[in-house]
């Protein structure tokens, strides 16, 4: 392990040349814009790289003894544990292609029990590279996988290569949640229960669909549909002061948003938004309408947010109590400071470390994050 200091210097040469083309616009362009309401902190975190073999690294969960499963978008699983990199064999094969890939891995809050994990990935339909959006339930037994169950996958398939939402979560009663973006098909999938995409869901831990769910006796809905109108939520996490599932999402060009997430809300998108298209053009003059519920916070400009976790750990007691979620565009950790359910103060952490994928708190109270281009950190508490 190599102890390194948040230097732009030091990014710069680990971002390597594996980024498209556009993607290095993006950042370029993200460098010239300013976002005046973030504040820099006087002395940033150091971190420390536990393991630096994943290019990208999408989704990260821990076992109770700390230990932590990792994906890779190219399709790689993988156990880190006292030290030890190993890969899982016997994972699904995947879509590779634009923003999908092997995405989240949650593990069974009864794992000890039943030796559970969760993947969602985006899934190779019968055409060549279409797909859509799959959660499998899979048995761990430390080096592989078995017991392979398909828990919900998404159609119609599609061959455009985005927002696939990924992100999959347990609340405190045992209901999984999953998040699946709208692939692209903004003006019909996220407004249409009908429909797949542009969704929350929430079934049982087997796959089966609760019956109190909010659209059950809805005819021709999609049981599975927990709340609807979303773009692309890519960060999902069960807040352990009020138990309720947050999440946030990518806007377009402006209007990200974070969503606590209720039975049946509409949360707009299309229709809504405080974003514009990327050309700078409208493609809503409303944000706000009756019937659709308002995001708790909302970033204009767009700091393309991936991955979120609430911080409960004494480790930090700067961060303690608040929220934190990783910014790919801007290419830091956010620090999402809470009163109650609203973002009153936000500060910049780990400062140009790179595209932050996701974070998490261990449970020795650790906080880790998997940078594309660096690995997997941990961050290290100030002394």
Same mark, same amino acid.
């Given at each position: 392990?190599? /102890?390194?200091?948040?230097?732009c *210097?030091k990014?710069? @040469?680990?971002?390597?040349?594996y !980024?498209?083309?556009?993607?290095? /616009?993006?950042?370029?362009l993200?460098?010239?814009?300013k976002?005046?309401?973030?504040?820099?902190?006087?002395?940033?975190?150091e971190f420390?790289?536990?393991?630096?073999?994943?290019e990208?690294?999408?989704?990260?969960?821990?076992?109770?003894?700390a230990s932590?499963?990792?994906?890779?978008?190219?399709?790689?699983?993988y156990? =880190?544990?006292?030290?030890?990199l190993?890969?899982?064999?016997?994972v699904?094969?995947?879509?590779?292609?634009?923003?999908?890939?092997?995405?989240d891995? $949650?593990?069974?809050?009864?794992?000890?029990?039943?030796?559970?994990?969760?993947?969602? =990935?985006?899934? #190779?339909? *019968?055409?060549?590279?279409?797909?859509?959006?799959?959660?499998?339930?899979?048995k761990?037994?430390?080096? #592989?996988?078995?017991n392979?169950?398909?828990?919900? $996958?998404? /159609?119609p398939?599609?061959?455009k290569p985005y927002? =696939?939402g990924?992100?999959?979560e =347990?609340?405190? #009663?045992?209901?999984?949640?999953?998040?699946?973006?709208?692939?692209g098909?903004?003006?019909?999938?996220?407004?249409?229960?009908? %429909?797949?995409?542009?969704?929350?869901?929430?079934l049982h831990?087997?796959g089966?669909?609760p019956?109190?769910?909010p659209f059950?006796?809805?005819?021709?809905?999609?049981?599975?549909? !927990?709340?609807?109108?979303? %773009?692309?939520?890519?960060?999902?996490?069960?807040?352990p002061?009020t138990?309720?599932i947050w999440v946030?999402?990518?806007g377009?060009?402006?209007?990200?948003?974070?969503?606590?997430?209720?039975p049946?809300?509409?949360?707009?998108?299309p229709?809504?938004?405080?974003?514009?298209?990327?050309?700078g @053009?409208s493609?809503t003059?409303?944000?706000?309408?009756e019937?659709? @519920?308002?995001?708790?916070h !909302?970033?204009?400009?767009?700091?393309?947010?991936?991955?979120?976790?609430?911080?409960?750990s004494?480790?930090y007691?700067?961060?303690?109590g608040?929220?934190?979620?990783?910014?790919?565009?801007?290419?830091y950790? *956010?620090?999402?400071?809470?009163?109650?359910d609203?973002?009153?103060? %936000?500060?910049?952490?780990? $400062?140009?470390?790179?595209?932050?994928?996701?974070?998490e #708190?261990?449970?020795?109270?650790f906080?880790?994050?998997?940078i594309?281009?660096?690995g997997i950190?941990k961050? /290290?508490?100030?002394?």
């Open positions: 392990m190599e /102890l390194h200091f948040v230097f *210097e990014i710069e @040469t680990m971002r390597n040349l !980024y498209s083309l556009p993607l290095f /616009l993006c950042a370029i993200a460098c010239a814009q976002d005046d309401n973030i504040v820099e902190i006087e002395k940033d975190y420390e790289i536990i393991t630096d073999q994943l990208i690294p999408w989704g990260l969960d821990f076992f109770e003894d932590f499963l990792a994906t890779e978008k190219e399709g790689n699983l156990h =880190f544990k006292n030290g030890n190993k890969q899982i064999s016997n699904p094969e995947i879509l590779l292609k634009g923003q999908g890939g092997l995405m891995v $949650k593990i069974h809050p009864d794992f000890k029990n039943n030796q559970f994990i969760y993947l969602s =990935f985006a899934d #190779q339909g *019968e055409n060549d590279k279409e797909g859509n959006t799959k959660i499998i339930r899979a761990f037994d430390g080096s #592989q996988l078995s392979i169950k398909e828990i919900y $996958k998404a /159609l398939n599609s061959t927002h =696939f990924s992100r999959i =347990f609340d405190d #009663q045992g209901y999984l949640y999953f998040s699946i973006g709208d692939r098909n903004r003006d019909e999938n996220p407004q249409d229960i009908q %429909r797949d995409c542009g969704k929350i869901y929430r831990d087997d089966s669909i019956d109190d769910n059950v006796n809805d005819e021709g809905a999609k049981k599975a549909i !927990y709340s609807y109108g979303h %773009r692309n939520p890519q960060g999902m996490e069960r807040n002061r138990g309720k946030h999402e990518h377009p060009r402006g209007g990200d948003e974070i969503n606590i997430i209720q049946g809300e509409n949360y707009g998108w229709v809504v938004s405080y974003g514009i298209n990327y050309d @053009t493609f003059e409303e944000t706000e309408q019937g659709m @519920t308002q995001p708790i !909302y970033w204009v400009p767009s700091i393309a947010p991936s991955g979120m976790t609430f911080v409960t004494d480790k007691p700067d961060l303690k608040n929220l934190l979620v990783g910014s790919l565009k801007f290419l950790l *956010e620090h999402c400071i809470l009163d109650g609203k973002v009153v103060r %936000r500060e910049k952490i780990l $400062k140009n470390v790179g595209r932050l994928r996701s974070v #708190q261990s449970p020795n109270g906080i880790y994050a998997g594309e281009g660096v950190v961050i /290290l508490p100030k002394s």
